[in-house]
């Protein structure tokens, strides 16, 4: 656990950077800190191995005091994963990598087997390993940032605005896979940003800063989309928070119906009262849609409309079927098991009337 007591920063000049902070970042779990700019986020994230020393309060790890360790050994307990990657430009890709076991005076055999393992984790190919940054796309090079904090596997990861500088397509694939490998890996991971989706996401607890280095509120994401503190929180999550706080929403308890699904081999005269049909082949898996009165006979013949989206019952949340009822030609939400076969419709109705378990337990 990671442990800000009562942490203030002034700078030179008299910038009060952190104000009185007090929080924990949990151990094994990933806490963002997240706010507007100059909020005093970086000089928190910093404030934990020492490149910045608190004017006042203290930072402990684990109950000790972090200015009990000299900074040199601290930082190699940390990964830091910084914006742009910040990987050194004539070194290449696997010495990149092996920076910190280098340091360690591993093996240079080791180091490099080290480095080959943690690409093939962070997803990039071992044909790399021989290249320079410059011959990485922005993304690869961010991974390999990845790969060099965790290579002597330390137990905290400080992570600075780590996917800020990739397009959004890259950035989901970077935080998805982020995400993985925090499942398998179970690090103590402080992670700034200042995109409030991003911190939704990613974190398991969010700590919002406000310009001056004040703590407004430490949450979970569901307890801060439905419970902000003040109004800058709730001007900082802005006007979609009713929508993202079903993304919290499971969809494993909702009631599906079977009223529209019909098999390929049903008689297209048996439809009666209905406005849309869903074909679904022999295994059940939904080939598109059809409205009565379009063809006589098997509905094999009907003229088909894409299925579009579907969710995963009970993987997905509630905001993914939301938006696949939105996209449907029907208006209704397919919902599909593990293998694709479809479990049963949904109305958008029936799943805004889903418990959100938004005014349950806060994190907080
Ligand atoms: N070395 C420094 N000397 C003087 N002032 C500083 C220094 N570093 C940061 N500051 C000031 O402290 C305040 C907090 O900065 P910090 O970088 O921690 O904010 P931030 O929330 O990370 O912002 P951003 O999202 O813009 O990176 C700002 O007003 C900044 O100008």
Same mark, same amino acid.
């Given at each position: 656990?990671?442990?800000?007591?009562?942490?203030?920063?002034?700078?030179?000049?008299?910038?009060? =950077?952190?104000?009185?902070?007090?929080?924990?970042?949990?151990?094994?779990?990933?806490?963002?800190?997240?706010?507007?700019?100059?909020?005093?986020?970086?000089?928190?994230?910093?404030?934990?191995?020492?490149?910045?020393?608190?004017?006042?309060?203290?930072?402990?790890?684990?109950?000790?005091?972090?200015?009990?360790?000299?900074?040199?050994?601290?930082?190699?307990?940390?990964?830091?994963?910084?914006?742009?990657?910040? +990987?050194?430009?004539?070194?290449?890709?696997?010495?990149?990598?092996?920076?910190?076991?280098?340091? +360690?005076?591993?093996?240079?055999?080791?180091?490099?087997?080290?480095?080959?393992?943690?690409?093939?984790?962070?997803?990039?190919?071992?044909?790399?390993?021989?290249?320079?940054?410059?011959?990485?796309?922005?993304?690869?090079?961010?991974?390999?940032?990845?790969?060099?904090?965790?290579?002597?596997?330390?137990?905290?990861?400080?992570?600075?605005?780590?996917?800020?500088?990739?397009?959004?397509?890259?950035?989901?694939?970077?935080?998805?896979?982020?995400?993985?490998?925090?499942?398998?890996?179970?690090?103590?991971?402080?992670?700034?940003?200042?995109?409030?989706?991003?911190?939704?996401?990613?974190?398991?607890?969010?700590?919002?800063?406000?310009?001056?280095?004040?703590?407004?509120?430490?949450?979970?994401?569901?307890?801060?989309?439905?419970?902000?503190?003040?109004?800058?929180?709730?001007?900082?999550?802005?006007?979609?928070?009713?929508?993202?706080? +079903?993304?919290?929403?499971?969809?494993?308890?909702?009631?599906?119906?079977?009223? =529209?699904?019909?098999?390929?081999?049903?008689?297209?005269?048996?439809?009666?009262?209905?406005?849309?049909?869903?074909?679904?082949?022999?295994?059940?898996?939904?080939?598109?849609?059809?409205?009565?009165?379009?063809?006589?006979?098997?509905?094999?013949?009907?003229?088909?409309?894409?299925?579009?989206?579907?969710?995963?019952?009970?993987?997905?949340?509630?905001?993914?079927?939301?938006?696949?009822?939105?996209?449907?030609?029907?208006?209704?939400?397919?919902?599909?098991?593990?293998?694709?076969?479809?479990?049963?419709?949904?109305?958008?109705?029936?799943? +805004?009337?889903?418990?959100?378990?938004?005014?349950?337990?806060?994190?907080?």
């Amino acid at each position: 656990m990671i442990t800000f007591e009562g942490v203030t920063k002034r700078y030179p000049g008299g910038t009060v =950077a952190l104000d009185d902070v007090s929080l924990d970042c949990p151990t094994g779990r990933i806490t963002v800190f997240v706010g507007t700019s100059g909020g005093g986020k970086t000089t928190a994230l910093r404030a934990i191995n020492r490149m910045v020393d608190p004017t006042s309060g203290r930072v402990l790890i684990d109950g000790r005091d972090v200015r009990e360790h000299k900074p040199a050994e601290l930082r190699r307990g940390m990964g830091y994963v910084i914006q742009h990657a910040g +990987l050194f430009p004539h070194r290449t890709i696997e010495d990149n990598i092996a920076t910190v076991p280098y340091l +360690l005076r591993w093996s240079k055999k080791k180091a490099r087997a080290r480095a080959l393992e943690l690409m093939e984790r962070v997803g990039l190919d071992a044909s790399m390993a021989k290249r320079y940054p410059f011959q990485l796309s922005g993304g690869q090079q961010q991974r390999v940032g990845v790969a060099r904090a965790l290579a002597a596997d330390p137990p905290i990861m400080l992570m600075d605005e780590p996917f800020s500088a990739v397009d959004p397509v890259v950035r989901a694939e970077l935080q998805d896979e982020f995400l993985r490998l925090q499942d398998e890996l179970h690090k103590t991971i402080v992670f700034v940003t200042h995109d409030i989706d991003e911190a939704i996401k990613l974190g398991d607890r969010i700590a919002v800063f406000q310009t001056g280095g004040k703590l407004v509120q430490v949450d979970s994401p569901e307890h801060l989309l439905a419970h902000p503190a003040d109004d800058f929180v709730a001007g900082f999550i802005g006007q979609n928070r009713g929508i993202r706080t +079903l993304s919290f929403a499971a969809t494993d308890e909702l009631r599906l119906s079977d009223d =529209a699904v019909r098999p390929a081999t049903a008689d297209a005269a048996d439809l009666d009262g209905l406005d849309w049909v869903l074909v679904v082949d022999d295994d059940r898996r939904p080939v598109g849609w059809t409205r009565p009165g379009q063809v006589d006979g098997p509905l094999s013949e009907a003229p088909l409309t894409p299925v579009g989206p579907t969710f995963r019952v009970g993987a997905d949340s509630v905001r993914v079927a939301l938006d696949a009822a939105v996209l449907s030609p029907s208006g209704l939400a397919v919902g599909v098991d593990d293998v694709g076969a479809v479990v049963g419709t949904a109305a958008g109705s029936d799943l +805004l009337a889903v418990p959100t378990h938004a005014d349950g337990e806060g994190g907080g």
